[in-house]
């Protein structure tokens, strides 16, 4: 007789960009999450090293332009992996409807086919204190990371974001923690 699985629910995050979905596998779900954080604010912003960090367990890539075709891959990805969540952040719209749909079809299969699954299409949809004129027009990768940015600098302002994936952006964190864009 085996004993019933009691390790906790990973989360399934993806990143649905112009040119690749990025999907990660946190094993733990939020008290990963938690560590990864401990360990973020742990070390030096200021210091200018390279300190490789293992932020997940597992990852899978796969081409925007060929979502529907990769049915097989997230199939494999997903098949011993434990649902908490879901977490999709997206800048392609219709990718990500072609992401979520695919992953409908799979989850029918899976032993966790019902769990909580949020989408991210814009800066609107996260919490950050802002000056932007149009959140519902600017990305939701770009208002992830001043985001998360601030957290590493504990709420306090005054700071610059570099995004570089298909265009390059700056983002520019004023003294009083509001991202001015």
Do not use: C
């Not at 999709?88 to 899976?110: I, P, R, Y």
């Not at 990305?139 to 265009?167: E, Y």
């Amino acid at each position: 007789m085996s004993s019933p699985d009691t390790s906790p629910a990973g989360w399934l995050l993806g990143d649905i960009g112009n040119s690749r979905v990025k999907l990660v596998w946190l094993a733990g779900g939020r008290e990963s999450a938690e560590q990864i954080w401990r360990e973020l604010a742990e070390r030096q912003v200021e210091e200018v090293s390279y300190q490789p960090m293992t932020l997940w367990n597992a990852r899978l890539t796969l081409p925007t332009g060929r979502i529907a075709e990769q049915t097989a891959a997230l199939t494999a990805f997903l098949a011993d992996k434990k649902l908490g969540g879901i977490w999709l952040s997206s800048v392609n719209g219709e990718a990500a409807q072609q992401l979520v749909s695919m992953l409908d079809q799979v989850l029918e299969t899976h032993e966790n086919e019902d769990v909580d699954g949020s989408m991210i299409a814009s800066a609107a949809d996260v919490f950050v204190p802002n000056l932007l004129q149009k959140p519902d027009k600017t990305g939701a990768d770009r208002a992830l990371a001043v985001r998360a940015a601030l957290r590493l600098n504990h709420g306090q302002g005054r700071g610059i974001v570099v995004l570089s994936g298909t265009a390059l952006t700056v983002e520019w964190i004023d003294a009083d923690a509001n991202w001015a864009g």
